[in-house]
């Protein structure tokens, strides 16, 4: 079992470290894990080390967890709003070895010791969801311009550059898992219905850190690489100051984190506007997101961020959608998921 202490931030935060108390992530982050007292005022264990497995995030490893159905991690795609990574073993806490990763995938953590191992680590499935090199760190607070900056093509992207507590600071995990049962899902005061033949996972799950009780629903495109819609909220503490920078933001984390969008290349808006969902403002982005991945056959996603200002004082309502380009019906299940999304 991992010892308690601050490891480097499982979210990828760059030069961010996140308390592990022996058996679940805190809150807590720090820049300075040396000197940073923990959450409960003991002395802080000291953190492995870095990951050097493609994919990986960074994380102690605890007990091993349950084998996900989709072996091989990391990849993420969700159906016409992208999916990337492979599969690897399913796992909430950090699991023995080194990542494997693609693009959507939730990867879940390496072993270290004296050399990491890759294990094919516990992510969701590959680089979509969870999981990504950390070699490149910015502070948490800083612009994530490295990450960010790759190849948008849009006008707004130039201007707008997330910080690290906008892309990293949520609480993606719901007070409770979803039912499998439930006729639609619902987060940050938006529903959507849910899909009987998808799964349901939770956004802690994908990577989906900037977003607050994230619950989305998915479907396997290929072993590294699923197709998903999902709603949650978007904490206005964290910078996001009004809908449409906000939606920005979103689409830059997510095409900014290898964790998400591992080889990253390009992205493309087709819409980019404001709109309104059951009479609330709103703010969508469309993109065609790009990537460039051995690991996957699919070329990427198209991908719907739409922020909604629902009148809640501290959160937005956000949905996100990804289905992979190319499968059409992907995309139209997607498009028809969107349709239906209100407020409540």
Do not use: H
Not at 128 to 141: Q, Y
Not at 220 to 229: D, G, K, P
Not at 295 to 303: L, P, R, S
């Amino acid at each position: 079992m991992t010892n308690a202490g601050w490891y480097p931030d499982p979210a990828g935060a760059p030069d961010t470290y996140r308390y592990w108390d022996g058996q679940a992530w805190s809150q807590m982050t720090t820049t300075q894990p040396s000197g940073g007292a923990r959450p409960d005022a003991a002395p802080a264990s000291p953190a492995p080390a870095e990951p050097t497995a493609y994919g990986a995030v960074p994380s102690p490893p605890p007990p091993p967890a349950a084998p996900n159905p989709y072996a091989q991690q990391q990849g993420g795609g969700y159906g016409g709003y992208g999916g990337y990574g492979q599969p690897q073993q399913w796992s909430p806490t950090p699991a023995p070895g080194g990542g494997g990763g693609g693009n959507k995938t939730v990867v879940i953590v390496l072993a270290a010791v004296v050399a990491l191992v890759l294990l094919g680590v516990a992510g969701f499935f590959g680089v979509r969801a969870l999981t990504g090199d950390d070699d490149k760190k910015a502070d948490d607070d800083s612009s994530q311009t490295e990450q960010t900056g790759k190849s948008d093509e849009t006008d707004s992207s130039s201007t707008v550059r997330p910080t690290g507590i906008q892309c990293t600071g949520g609480s993606p995990a719901p007070s409770e898992d979803p039912d499998p049962a439930a006729t639609e899902l619902t987060g940050g005061g938006l529903t959507i219905p849910r899909q009987p033949s998808y799964e349901i996972v939770t956004g802690d799950r994908v990577a989906f850190t900037f977003a607050n009780a994230f619950v989305l629903q998915y479907t396997e495109v290929e072993a590294s690489w699923i197709s998903l819609t999902g709603v949650g909220g978007l904490p206005k503490a964290n910078g996001f100051d009004d809908i449409a920078t906000a939606a920005e933001v979103v689409m830059q984390c997510l095409t900014g984190s290898d964790k998400v969008y591992r080889g990253f290349t390009g992205r493309t808006d087709t819409v980019n506007e404001e709109t309104t969902v059951d009479g609330k403002p709103a703010y969508r982005i469309t993109s065609e997101i790009r990537v460039t991945d051995p690991e996957v056959t699919v070329e990427g996603d198209v991908t719907d961020v739409v922020v909604v200002d629902t009148g809640d004082p501290s959160t937005y309502g956000i949905y996100i959608g990804m289905a992979t380009i190319g499968q059409d019906d992907l995309i139209s299940t997607n498009d028809s998921v969107l349709d239906q999304l209100e407020v409540g």
